[in-house]
């Protein structure tokens, strides 16, 4: 934790996941320099700990550090199986430990400053934005802030539903998986009395994937669930 609080910077990074970890490359990226960044979070992100699947377009920044990409997309119901092909888009995965990696260069570059403490609220006077912990004590003041942290909907919808993952790496000792293709839906999932769910698998090679559940649904599932 920095020593002396508030810490006066050009840009603030409220949460070091993997938007702010983004942010910091794409700062690398363009050789940035003179810039006062702090990134206010707790927990120092590091190593393999989640994995983002994410549209978009082939031949962007990000190329060098996907696990994989698909242009097409199966799409499978109990009535048979369907390919999708997605040009111009892609579906990729981007795994976090080398975007970790990247950000944590940039970070050393750049001169950072890591605030370790939990942000709470966040002020704007209309020149200076200031991050306060949840106790109200003033951490960074910042001309711009990047706020990551998720927030709950301004207003209720009519239907709420949750969103559950669970995923499996999984290797075979033959090839098993066409690297060409994802499976975005698999609906021959045993479905729930209320809601839906599905199965994914996003193949790396021919014999790697990562298989995962998804169920919507009203109620919050524990791991029986």
């Known amino acids: 934790m920095h020593a002396s609080f508030p810490v006066d910077v050009d840009l603030a990074l409220v949460g070091g996941g993997g938007a702010a970890s983004l942010v910091l490359a794409a700062l690398d990226r363009h050789d940035v320099t003179g810039l006062r960044v702090a990134v206010v979070d707790p927990v120092h992100k590091r190593g393999q700990d989640r994995t983002w699947a994410f549209w978009g377009l082939p031949g962007d920044d990000l190329d060098p550090l996907l696990s994989a990409s698909w242009s097409q997309v199966d799409v499978v119901t109990p009535a048979g199986r369907r390919v999708l092909p997605l040009d111009p888009l892609r579906y990729a995965m981007l795994r976090s430990a080398p975007v970790y990696d990247r950000a944590a260069e940039a970070e050393r570059r750049l001169d950072a400053v890591r605030v370790g403490a939990p942000a709470g609220e966040l002020h704007d006077d209309g020149e200076r934005v200031t991050v306060r912990d949840p106790d109200g004590r003033d951490l960074v ?85």
């Open 141 to 225: 003041r910042a001309g711009w802030v990047l706020d990551s942290r998720p927030r709950r909907p301004s207003r209720p919808g009519r239907t709420s539903w949750l969103q559950h993952f669970r995923g499996w790496w999984l290797a075979a000792d033959r090839p098993t998986f066409d690297p060409q293709r994802a499976v975005l839906m698999d609906f021959r999932t045993p479905q729930p009395r209320r809601g839906v769910s599905f199965g994914y698998v996003l193949p790396v090679d021919d014999r790697f994937a990562l298989v995962e559940y998804t169920e919507f649904g009203p109620e919050l599932l524990d791991d029986a669930g």
